[in-house]
């Protein structure tokens, strides 16, 4: 992956900052230029909640090269404490502790494992809050 | 607009053809079609053609002037189509609105796909989604459906033996179609006992890695009907996009972008789903033949599972769905898929499918997804009486 499109979305993978539509209040995760609701274009940025919920997801066996390390590992749809949903790994637990309403937070990670001469990724994942 | 007639079709093998490349196929199809049709190179006008990712797969873009160069058509107005795997379906569209505007008599509609070039396919096919926050984050295509499956399962009680009854009853189709890529009957204990892809999927529940081309010529129907052959019109024409992102999507158990294009084909042609005799659906899971056929109003939504285990989607059933094999059987050269569901519905119109043959259809309808449903095309073929 390039660095250029690695830097622009920083903000988002190191601190989940989102777009809020000063006019309707939509919050859009990653940030928009135009808001999918009203078609306002001013936005503040605030951080998302770290809390939700499993609405669904999944155990990957055969992955994309790059995180062929990793497999088998559980990816999830993860709904945040105000509603904004979220494509996650799950970090740190073995598939039969993640189902649909499973409660999570999400942590920060490195994703991928890509060739050495290139920018090492990161982001965030979820993990599973115990009960 | 005028009415618009599909006048011929091109259809090479799908499979893992090592020894026929990119350009290759499309030639063959191309020729092909424009033998079937009876039509002369210089009279076609225009095409466009349906392609995802050639530039991932064998490294090559600017694909409409390779195509058409090797296709022995050098000169042609032609224009690549790209909509993941819906590319076929928008390319026939397009072709198509050209003829019903007047603006060409003759269009070629094709589409075509080389994926066994050494690229990893996985990561290729993962563009479709979103590649910054789904991708990203390791989510491959295997993995956006299964958790549609799991959401399916969760919200109907949708079971593994019903998604494994898709996979029979398509590889029980394709095994009566000579361009499929397994053409193989299948037990439920292979699909079920299959390896592990992205739970709840098997490598059973997955449509297969496929190269192949897919052509159509279409017409006005004022020709097509000098032709002394059974005339074939394109009645409805449906097109819709949506959030590419699976989790920017209300229920992950749903597919709306299908009911969107179909209701928009529907209301062009003044008919409703009960008007249809059969259907090809874009079966690249199991789950997404199920989900399609509720979002298409063949099954209530929830119905899709057991209406697929009680055989009603069978070629001897209430409403035959894939009677090529589908994407599962058949194979998905994801550009050509769309082209090539058309050349189903046109055989199947025109009483040239062979062993698989229904009696007497005469309308069938074609639906062609993108990604994990952030687009869709349906058309609606009717062969006059």
Redesign the interface.
């Known amino acids: 992956m390039i660095s250029p499109r690695y830097h622009r ?1 920083k903000p988002q ?1 190191y601190r989940l900052e989102a777009g809020k539509c000063t006019k309707c209040g939509e919050i859009h995760f ?1 940030p928009r230029k135009v808001c999918r609701k009203c078609f306002a274009r001013e936005f503040e940025t605030v951080e998302l909640p770290r809390r939700g919920k499993v ?13 062929d390390d ?1 497999k088998p ?1 559980v ?3 993860v709904e945040l404490e105000n509603g904004v ?5 799950i970090s740190e637990a073995p ?1 039969d502790e993640v189902d ?1 309403g499973t409660e999570v937070e999400i942590v920060f990670r490195r ?2 494992h890509g060739p050495a001469w290139e920018v090492i ?1 990161y ?3 979820a993990r599973v809050i115990a009960g | 607009m005028r009415d618009v007639a599909v006048i011929g079709m091109g259809l090479t093998p799908f499979g893992e053809l090592w020894d026929t490349s990119l350009r290759d196929l499309f030639a063959i199809a191309c020729a092909d079609c424009l033998e079937d049709a009876g039509v002369a190179r210089d009279q076609v006008q225009s095409a466009y053609i349906g392609c995802m990712t050639s530039g991932l797969f064998v490294g090559q873009e600017h694909l409409a002037s390779v195509l058409c160069d090797y296709a022995g058509l050098r000169g042609l107005a032609a224009t690549r189509v790209e909509s993941a795997c819906a590319s076929g379906g928008a390319a026939f569209r397009a072709a198509y609105l050209e003829v019903a505007s007047g603006a060409s008599d003759f269009v070629l509609a094709g589409g075509v796909e080389k994926m066994n070039d050494g690229a ?1 396919a ?2 290729c096919l ?1 563009t479709a989604a ?1 590649q ?9 295509f ?2 956006l459906y ?3 499956a ?2 399916h399962m ?1 919200k109907h009680g949708t079971t593994p033996q019903q998604l494994a009854a898709v996979a029979v009853k398509n590889h029980r189709n394709g095994a009566k179609n000579p361009k499929a890529q397994f053409p193989l009957e299948i037990s439920e204990k292979t699909v079920l006992g299959a ?7 098997g490598l059973f529940d997955c449509s297969p890695v496929t190269d192949g081309a897919a052509c159509v010529l279409l017409a006005p129907v004022e020709f097509a009907r000098k032709l002394g052959k059974p005339v074939v019109k394109i009645i409805g024409s449906g097109h819709a996009t949506d959030a590419i ?4 999507r209300k229920d ?1 158990s749903t597919i709306p972008v299908v009911a969107l294009a179909a209701q928009r084909a529907f209301k062009q042609s003044g008919l409703t789903i009960r008007d249809i005799d059969f259907a090809e659906v874009h079966d690249c899971f199991t789950i997404a033949e199920i989900v399609c056929t509720e979002e298409l109003g063949i099954f209530e939504p929830g119905q899709g599972g057991p209406a697929a285990a009680a055989g009603k989607t069978a070629r001897d059933g209430e409403f035959p769905v894939n009677t090529s094999g589908g994407l599962k059987s058949k194979g998905h050269p994801v550009g050509a898929t769309g082209i090539a569901q058309i050349c189903e519905l046109y055989a199947q119109l025109t009483g040239n499918a062979g062993g698989r043959q229904l009696k007497n259809p005469r309308r069938g309808l074609a639906q062609n997804m993108g990604g994990s449903g952030g687009s869709c095309t349906v058309h609606i073929l009717e062969v006059e009486q």
């Open positions: 979305e993978r990653p609405v669904t997801c999944t155990t990957v066996w055969i992955p994309p090269a790059e995180f990793q590992y990816n999830a749809i949903r979220l494509t996650v790994m598939p649909i994703l991928q990724r982001g965030y994942k | 990893d996985t990561y993962a979103d910054e926050y789904e991708a990203y984050n390791g989510v491959t295997p993995g299964a958790m549609i799991k959401a969760a390896v592990r892809v992205a739970e709840p999927l992102a699976l989790h920017d992950p």
